[in-house]
């Protein structure tokens, strides 16, 4: 019924329908245990034969009620809640990719998933290859090998704020026929919805606009179903039996919820790291206001870039909303909105910026971006530190590069906060 929704209803009503008696509002179920009234019915969980939970560590109902609202949300066929974003985005790739295999990312991406990509995921016999976005297709499918398994990038990028050229990715990763992953963490799916533009695995770092208020670490995989992994042999996984569960084939068991099954039941079953249902309960409460926040954090970035692009203390500012963004016309093209994060860099550099960003009294200084309250941080030396100086600069970071997470408070406060601390220097 949901499906025919809006997604301002579907972020309210969506996932969960009680019956007559039950809760209106999703329950916690604080359980890791399940009752069963035969030994039947539980080796038919195990064996995949049936619907329900078996154990908390791989499904619970109240993550699964914020699964089925982000599956409507994004036009998926279903969703998995993880730990963290960073599980998300790890699982999103080990569920396709295997030791000896290797992957494409755009090289304008959060410092963390960079870290992941060419350094943890390296550890498993995971290799990436990080591109930039702005070559031709022509030159980008040099970058692909026979054991390539999938493409990835971010729907806007961060911090770079460069916007995901979606007809052009997704026309590379159809060609290459490869799964194209789409992280949408800043756009959210009330300003963007990946799989309606050629996206197959949209993910999230639930910790940000999806909660929105700061509480909880979380991260979903949402699965499109629109990828075919018994074109060739190039999916072994999928398409030949699993021994762990006596010789069943995903994508014959299960069709086009293959992956989003094979990821539950292999990687969060052994690896343990799915999220809590306190989590996603916080989670999915947040969601409820998603649209209404998200027009406020759209808004109120647009005067706030607005207001330091003219400011004489200021040498540059990147947002989409500026006519001056390279992919202004990019993000009208795909983006109902341009979301809540912009980043600038004050005159004189680095040390002037740190003045900046010392002298904030109603912006905090935080390791977080994307909730209801502003906060600053210096990407440089904080969130991306341990990226070389050839990954800073793939990454769109610059030395004198503030990034600020814009809120929900009112705005003529936000300005004053800014123009006082830049008053400063």
């Given at each position: 019924?949901?499906?025919?929704?809006?997604?301002?209803?579907?972020?309210?009503?969506?996932?969960?329908?009680?019956?007559?008696?039950?809760p209106?509002?999703?329950?916690?179920t604080?359980?890791?245990?399940?009752?069963?009234?035969?030994?039947?019915?539980?080796?038919?969980?195990?064996?995949?034969?049936?619907?329900?939970?078996?154990?908390?560590r791989?499904?619970?109902?109240?993550?699964?009620?914020?699964?089925?609202?982000?599956?409507?949300?994004?036009?998926?066929?279903?969703?998995?809640?993880?730990?963290?974003?960073?599980?998300?985005?790890?699982?999103?790739?080990?569920?396709?990719?295997?030791?000896?295999?290797?992957?494409?990312?755009?090289?304008?991406?959060?410092g963390?998933?960079?870290?992941?990509?060419?350094?943890?995921?390296?550890?498993?016999?995971?290799?990436?290859?990080?591109?930039?976005?702005?070559?031709?297709?022509?030159?980008?499918?040099?970058?692909?090998?026979?054991?390539?398994?999938?493409?990835?990038?971010?729907?806007?990028?961060?911090?770079?704020?460069?916007?995901?050229?979606?007809?052009?990715?997704?026309?590379?990763a159809?060609?290459?026929?490869?799964?194209?992953?789409?992280?949408?963490?800043?756009?959210?799916?009330?300003?963007?919805q990946?799989?309606?533009?050629?996206a197959?695995?949209?993910?999230?770092?639930?910790?940000?606009?999806?909660?929105?208020?700061?509480?909880?670490?979380?991260?979903?995989?949402?699965?499109?179903?629109?990828?075919?992994?018994?074109?060739?042999?190039k999916?072994?996984?999928?398409?030949?039996?699993?021994?762990?569960?006596?010789?069943?084939?995903?994508?014959?068991?299960?069709?086009?919820?293959?992956?989003i099954?094979?990821?539950?039941?292999?990687?969060?079953?052994?690896?343990?790291?799915?999220?809590?249902?306190?989590?996603?309960?916080?989670?999915?409460?947040?969601?409820?206001?998603?649209?209404?926040?998200?027009?406020?954090?759209?808004?109120?970035t647009?005067?706030?870039?607005?207001?330091?692009?003219?400011?004489?203390?200021?040498s540059?500012?990147?947002?989409?909303?500026?006519?001056?963004?390279?992919?202004?016309?990019?993000?009208?093209?795909?983006?109902?909105?341009n979301?809540?994060?912009?980043?600038?860099?004050?005159?004189?550099?680095?040390?002037?910026?740190?003045?900046?960003?010392?002298?904030?009294?109603?912006?905090?200084?935080?390791?977080?971006?994307?909730?209801?309250?502003t906060?600053v941080l210096?990407?440089a030396?904080?969130?991306?530190?341990?990226?070389?100086?050839?990954?800073l600069?793939?990454?769109?970071?610059?030395?004198?590069?503030?990034?600020?997470?814009?809120?929900?408070?009112?705005?003529?406060?936000i300005?004053?906060d800014?123009?006082?601390?830049?008053?400063?220097i």
């Open positions: 019924m949901s499906q025919k929704w809006n997604v301002e209803t579907i972020a309210i009503q969506g996932g969960y329908h009680p019956h007559n008696g039950e209106r509002v999703v329950p916690i604080q359980s890791t245990t399940y009752r069963y009234d035969t030994a039947q019915a539980v080796a038919d969980l195990f064996n995949l034969d049936a619907p329900g939970h078996m154990y908390s791989i499904s619970n109902p109240t993550c699964e009620a914020f699964e089925n609202k982000m599956a409507e949300l994004e036009g998926g066929v279903a969703a998995l809640a993880t730990s963290s974003g960073q599980t998300a985005s790890t699982i999103s790739i080990t569920n396709l990719c295997s030791s000896g295999d290797h992957f494409v990312a755009i090289g304008a991406l959060y963390g998933t960079v870290s992941l990509f060419t350094n943890t995921l390296k550890k498993m016999g995971i290799e990436v290859s990080l591109v930039d976005a702005s070559l031709p297709i022509e030159e980008l499918k040099k970058f692909f090998k026979p054991n390539t398994k999938a493409l990835f990038g971010e729907t806007i990028a961060n911090p770079a704020l460069d916007i995901l050229d979606f007809e052009k990715f997704s026309a590379l159809q060609e290459m026929h490869v799964p194209f992953v789409v992280d949408n963490t800043f756009a959210t799916p009330y300003l963007c990946p799989l309606k533009h050629g197959n695995i949209v993910i999230h770092s639930t910790t940000k606009y999806i909660d929105g208020h700061a509480t909880s670490v979380g991260g979903i995989i949402v699965d499109g179903g629109n990828f075919d992994y018994t074109k060739d042999d999916f072994p996984e999928f398409i030949n039996p699993d021994p762990s569960y006596h010789g069943l084939v995903y994508t014959e068991k299960f069709g086009n919820l293959a992956y099954v094979k990821a539950r039941v292999q990687w969060i079953r052994d690896l343990g790291s799915y999220q809590t249902p306190m989590n996603a309960f916080l989670t999915n409460l947040g969601i409820e206001t998603l649209h209404v926040r998200m027009d406020r954090h759209c808004e109120n647009q005067k706030l870039a607005e207001f330091l692009e003219a400011h004489e203390k200021v540059w500012v990147n947002y989409p909303g500026l006519k001056g963004h390279k992919h202004y016309e990019r993000s009208k093209k795909y983006l109902k909105g979301s809540g994060v912009l980043t600038f860099g004050v005159k004189g550099g680095a040390k002037e910026g740190e003045i900046v960003m010392n002298s904030l009294k109603l912006a905090a200084i935080v390791v977080h971006v994307a909730d209801v309250r906060g210096h990407p030396s904080m969130t991306h530190r341990q990226l070389s100086a050839d990954e600069e793939k990454a769109g970071v610059t030395p004198d590069l503030i990034r600020v997470t814009v809120g929900i408070e009112n705005i003529d406060d300005i004053a800014f123009d006082q601390a830049l008053s400063n």
